[in-house]
C-alpha cells in the first residue's frame, strides 16, 4: 500500500514540480512565530505609502467578486503541494480600489504578527494572484492565515503572507522578514531563488 501523504508524482504532476521539491499530500504549517487570532469583525486591512491612505473592513473585502482557484504551492524548505483549492478575490480586482501613485514601484506585505515580505508591483499585479479566505471549501484556518491572506502561486510561499493586513507601497524594493535573513529577493522557485547571492 502506498503511503497517505508522499506519493510518487505521476508524469503529468512532475512537470510542475520545481527544480528540488518534493510532493506532499498533506499541507504542512510553516509559521515564524505565533499564530494570530484574528476575528473578521475586528480585522482591518490598510493601505498606505505610494498610494492615498485607506482602511478596508472585512465587509468591504468580501464584496470584491469571489472566485476559487486552484494553485501549486512551493515552500523553500522543499515542500510542494499540488492542486490547492482556495476561495477568494483577485489581487487585480482589488486593486481597482487602491489609487496608485504612479511612482510606486515596489511593496511591502504587513501581517497581524509582524511578519512581512517584500515583492514588486509586477508579481503583485499578476492575475493569478489572490486573497483567500477559504481553503478546501473551508473557512481558512487560523494556522493556515486565517481569516485573510495572499497567495502568490508563481513565488516560493513565504511570499503568500498568511494573516495579512496592509500594503505598504514603495519606490524601492526593500527587505522583509525572510529576505533580511538571507533568502532571495524575488524567490522564484523554477530558477531556484532561494538565498540571496553574497
Ligand atoms: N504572516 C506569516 N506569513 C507567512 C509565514 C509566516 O511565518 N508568517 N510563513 C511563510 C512560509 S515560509 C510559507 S511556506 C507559507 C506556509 O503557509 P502554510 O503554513 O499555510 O503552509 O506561509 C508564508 N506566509
Ligand atoms: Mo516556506
Known amino acids: 500500500m502506498k503511503g497517505k501523504y508522499f506519493q510518487k508524482p505521476t508524469e503529468a504532476e512532475r512537470d510542475r514540480i520545481p527544480p528540488g521539491q518534493y510532493v506532499t499530500k498533506g499541507f504542512p504549517v510553516l509559521t515564524y512565530g505565533s499564530t494570530p487570532e484574528i476575528g ?21 473585502f468580501m464584496s470584491l467578486p469571489q ?31 487602491v489609487d496608485l501613485d504612479p511612482k510606486a514601484t515596489h511593496l511591502m506585505e504587513h501581517c497581524y504578527g509582524g511578519y512581512t515580505t517584500n515583492i514588486s508591483l509586477e508579481d503583485f499585479l499578476r492575475e493569478k494572484n489572490f486573497f483567500a479566505h477559504t481553503l478546501f471549501g473551508e473557512p481558512l484556518p ?53 538565498y540571496a547571492g553574497f
Open 40 to 60: 473578521t469583525d475586528e480585522w482591518k486591512f490598510r493601505v498606505w505609502g505610494l498610494a492615498q491612505e485607506k482602511t478596508f473592513t472585512w465587509s468591504g
Open 67 to 97: 472566485h476559487n482557484f486552484t494553485a501549486d504551492f512551493h515552500c523553500v524548505t522543499r515542500w510542494s503541494k499540488l492542486d490547492v483549492k482556495w476561495t477568494g478575490a483577485k489581487v487585480t480586482d482589488f486593486m481597482k480600489l
Open 142 to 194: 487560523a494556522e493556515h492565515g486565517g481569516p485573510m491572506r495572499l497567495v502568490v502561486p508563481h513565488l516560493y510561499a513565504w511570499k503568500s503572507a498568511k494573516w495579512i493586513n496592509g500594503l505598504e507601497f514603495l519606490d524601492r524594493d526593500e527587505l522583509g522578514f525572510w529576505e533580511r535573513n538571507g533568502y532571495h529577493r524575488r524567490g522564484e522557485p523554477w530558477a531556484e531563488e532561494r
